[in-house]
Nanobody, 122 residues
Framework: VQLQASGGGLVQAGGSLRISCAASERTASTYTIGWFRQAPGAEREFVVAISWSGDTTYYTPPVKGRFTASRDSAKTTVYLQMNSLKPEDTAVYYC????????????????WGQGTLVTVSS
């Protein structure tokens, strides 16, 4: 499974951005998709996981209520709508696929995309 993240860019604090993760295979539709992010000089951290059906999500507390993950009807593209962005949301955002349900553990993700940079200016 190959994953392609896209949609990153520069946005002002308080603004919105939607990033996408497209999977190369339909088999990805059976995987949990997670978003992780890595800020400059920091460890990569979990952001959100969405179940294969798209019906269930699990967010890290700092983004809950501001970010929304969703899947398209074919289940092969996952979106992350980011609202009320803050400078501390600046990071490279990675999507990844896991056979574990709603995992927040990086080691449980087998496939990773290349990342897309989100920069939030103050």
């Amino acid at each position: 499974v190959q994953l392609q993240a896209s949609g990153g860019g520069l946005v002002q604090a308080g603004g919105s951005l939607r990033i996408s993760c497209a999977a190369s295979e339909r088999t990805a539709s059976t995987y949990t998709i997670g978003w992780f992010r890595q800020a400059p000089g920091a460890e990569r951290e979990f952001v959100v996981a969405i179940s294969w059906s798209g019906d269930t999500t699990y967010y890290t507390p700092p983004v809950k209520g501001r970010f929304t993950a969703s899947r398209d009807s074919a289940k092969t593209t996952v979106y992350l709508q980011m609202n009320s962005l803050k400078p501390e949301d600046t990071a490279v955002y990675y999507c990844a696929a896991s056979q574990y349900r709603l995992s927040d553990i990086q080691q449980q993700y087998s496939y990773w995309g290349q990342g897309t940079l989100v920069t939030v200016s103050s």
